[in-house]
């Protein structure tokens, strides 16, 4: 989307373009101009999507310059940034047509979702058809949620995909924690309590929001509040998300329940998460016959073991031959980078990037985005490569 700022503040201009950078699709700035006169007076040759005004900046007697502005871009949606009422321009910009106001300084939640509204009513969004990946423990402790986290930060980051990750514990889920210091302002069973909201707006607001294209639905914080959770709601979230993402990154826990099953039920790939031990092949054998017994086709699971280590005494064609399914990836045990990860709260990828972790969950994300990323080996070398020299 193309647009046009009128400011005299270069700062907040140059704040909105790393947000709007940041978007898919992106925001970019045609031009600043510093007033409302001189951007009445030089009309740009390319007629912006989106005008944004700093009202801050506006004198009484410019006010009725609005209208003008508008009429000269009457296909423009009109965006007005505010420090405080200045009700003469409050009511100036409403007779102009102005769809959106922000408060200064800039609540970056705040603006992205006003984007997402300008860009569903300029027609510019992009229905997607994204996939939903399932992460699901074989055993309590395999690493299902430090990985599913994790990964889907991992493909926001290196792929550029726009990505939600939905945490479905049904009690203690603490998905959020592993990539963000942020309390959550609703959770999945808010959102089943007012189900009838939902479209992309309203799942997005309800995100923690870790990057620009990176959000996370948190888990039902009362475990009360699950008898309001119903299947067909998970039908609902899942179809809205898939036209707004990329990629829909479910933390299921362990438990298989109505919720969880109707999520796998839609899941395009299933990964199962286990570590090389016995209790953990024993468990794994368990859930994938519940799986072949719900008539999951055996392409749809995808083991992943974790915390691997080579020269043990179990091998990785010894845990294939006891589950009847071929490991698809194998993360290395990194136990402090890691832990650290975990307890900062801070994506393993931004925190240790060259860590054996985080370059495994690159060929992942390179694995699953194969069709949708090109180059992606020379993106992964080049992001590694200038902490190695």
Do not use: W
């Amino acid at each position: 989307m193309k647009a046009l700022m009128i400011s005299r503040d270069a700062q907040l201009h140059d704040e909105i373009a790393a947000q709007g950078a940041a978007r898919m699709p992106v925001l970019r700035l045609l031009e600043r101009r510093p007033s409302l006169r001189d951007a009445v007076e030089r009309m740009l040759p390319d007629a912006p999507e989106l005008v944004i005004v700093d009202a801050s900046g506006i004198d009484a007697d410019e006010a009725d310059l609005l209208e003008r502005l508008a009429r000269q871009y009457p296909a423009a949606v009109l965006m007005l940034l505010t420090r405080g009422q200045q009700q003469d321009v409050l009511i100036r910009a409403m007779r102009a047509g102005m769809r959106e106001v922000l408060q200064l300084p800039l609540v970056h939640k705040a603006f992205h979702e006003a984007m997402d509204r300008v860009d569903i009513q300029a027609g510019v969004t992009q229905m997607r058809d994204g996939k939903v990946l399932a992460f699901i423990s074989c055993k309590g402790g395999s690493g299902a949620t430090f990985l599913s986290t994790n990964f889907a930060y991992a493909l926001a980051a290196l792929a550029g995909c726009k990505v939600l990750l939905i945490d479905l514990h049904g009690q203690f889920g603490d998905a959020t924690l592993y990539v963000s210091d942020q309390k959550p302002a609703m959770t999945l069973s808010d959102i089943c309590a007012q189900i009838s909201r939902m479209d992309g707006a309203f799942l997005a607001s309800c995100l923690v929001h870790v990057t620009p294209n990176f959000g996370v639905l948190a888990a039902a914080d009362d475990p009360g509040h699950k008898v309001d959770m119903q299947p067909e709601h998970m039908d609902r979230i899942l179809g809205v998300a898939r036209q707004h993402y990329d990629y829909i990154v479910l933390d299921v826990g362990r438990q298989i329940d109505a919720l969880s099953l109707r999520a796998l039920d839609s899941a395009d790939a299933i990964y199962p998460v286990l570590q090389l031990a016995l209790p953990d092949i024993r468990d794994g054998r368990r859930l994938l016959d519940i799986f072949r017994s719900l008539g999951y086709p055996g392409e749809r699971l995808r083991l992943i073991v974790n915390r691997y280590e080579k020269g043990g005494r179990l091998r990785l064609a010894d845990l294939e031959q006891a589950l009847g399914a071929a490991v698809v990836h194998t993360v290395p045990n990194d136990y402090l980078a890691a832990t650290d990860s975990v307890n900062q709260g801070i994506p393993l990828l931004q925190l240790s990037r060259t860590s054996a972790v985080a370059r495994s969950l690159a060929d992942l994300v390179e694995q699953v985005t194969a069709r949708r990323v090109t180059e992606s080996r020379g993106l992964f070398d080049r992001l590694f490569s200038r902490s190695d020299t």
